[in-house]
């Protein structure tokens, strides 16, 4: 009877956390919504731009095929290992998912700093975002995908210390697998803007 009645509330209380992480999951799937959207009406600003050259420098101009196919390499690898982690995590292994964590964000840090340097590189030719309308919309779409990276990157350091510190408990693991879907949708947004950008503009 007693233990009936102890195991009573633990129950509720499980049921509670269980219910409180499902609402968060679901909040954090109603951003990557509205993120999507944002991104949905970047890419149609940047298509219907994308002509508006202005008598200026095009994409066969300025794009470099095998300096975008690095940086998507970059991001494609990141994924896999972020991948890596959230499986490390499913096995209670915490140093395994320290490695993998701080192997993925060297990845994006290199990713942007790729980008960075081809951003400095346009800016330096006279193509910078206020040359066309074209060179406008390719910086808001593609810079607003690395700003995205790089507060993906300042998470996972932040998780890192969370998971060093804490270990894999219910609510850190639950953060983990929300920076995991946030840095997936980032991996694909990045390959629509290859296919929509870079492809055509190289081609």
């Known amino acids: 009877?007693?233990?009936?009645?102890?195991?009573?509330?633990?129950?509720?209380?499980?049921?509670?956390?269980?219910?409180?992480?499902?609402?968060?999951?679901?909040?954090?799937?109603?951003?990557?919504?509205?993120?999507?959207?944002?991104?949905?009406?970047?890419?149609?600003?940047?298509?219907?731009?994308?002509?508006?050259?202005?008598?200026?420098?095009?994409?066969s101009d300025l794009f470099s095929l095998p300096h975008t196919f690095g940086e998507t390499m970059l991001l494609l690898v990141s994924s896999t290992t972020f991948g890596m982690a959230s499986l490390a995590a499913r096995a209670g292994n915490r140093g395994g998912v320290l490695m993998w964590l701080a192997i993925t964000a060297v990845l994006g840090l290199a990713f942007v700093g790729m980008e960075i340097q081809e951003f400095a590189g346009m800016i330096a030719k006279g193509a910078g975002p206020d040359r066309s309308g074209f060179l406008s919309g390719f910086f808001t779409l593609v810079g607003t995908h690395g700003v995205h990276v790089s507060v993906g990157l300042i998470s996972i350091v932040v998780m890192m210390g969370q998971i060093a510190t804490k270990g894999l408990t219910v609510p850190v693991s639950s953060r983990l697998m929300r920076l995991a879907l946030f840095?997936?949708?980032?991996?694909?947004?990045?390959?629509?803007?290859?296919?929509?950008?870079?492809?055509?503009?190289v081609l």
């Open 1 to 59: 009877m007693s233990d009936t009645t102890a195991a009573t509330p633990a129950g509720a209380e499980a049921a509670h956390d269980a219910e409180r992480y499902a609402e968060k999951d679901f909040g954090f799937w109603i951003y990557l919504m509205t993120d999507a959207v944002i991104f949905a009406l970047l890419f149609a600003t940047y298509i219907v731009l994308s002509r508006g050259t202005a008598g200026g420098p095009t994409g």
């Open 183 to 201: 840095w997936h949708f980032l991996d694909i947004v990045w390959i629509g803007i290859f296919s929509v950008v870079y492809l055509p503009g």
